[in-house]
């Protein structure tokens, strides 16, 4: 069974910063490519970072490379994602979801968490 569940949202004034947690189930956290994706009010989902299942491959959207680092624990089997300098832009819901790699990364969506509010004022 696999589960990813989020934590770590919250609301915090611009320039600040917070770190997203997702816990997921041994089996999902062991095989799967893991990051996360954001969905801002009228807006399209957003893909912001992701991490293959060893660690060594990364993943940054471009607009927030500068100011994202994503991150495993593998003891915890917790994925992170620290967001610094935080905009009220970043103002979104935060979800944890499985991501591939095959010559480009891409959410994959086949599982994923319900996500954590960010609200940045």
């Known amino acids: 069974h696999v589960q990813l569940v989020e934590s770590g949202g919250g609301s915090v004034q611009a320039g600040g910063s917070l770190t997203l947690s997702c816990a997921a189930s041994?089996?999902?956290?062991?095989?799967?490519?893991l990051g996360w994706i954001r969905q801002a009010p009228g807006k399209e989902r957003e893909g912001v970072a992701a991490i293959s299942n060893a660690g060594s491959n990364t993943y940054y959207a471009d607009s927030l490379k500068d100011r994202v680092t994503i991150y495993r624990d593998n003891p915890k089997n917790t994925l992170y994602l620290q967001l610094n300098s935080l905009k009220t832009e970043d103002t979104a819901i935060y979800y944890c979801v499985k991501w591939r790699y095959g010559g480009s990364w891409y959410a994959d969506f086949g599982y994923w968490g319900q996500g954590t509010q960010v609200t940045v004022s």
């Open positions: 041994r089996l999902a956290y062991a095989r799967y490519c």
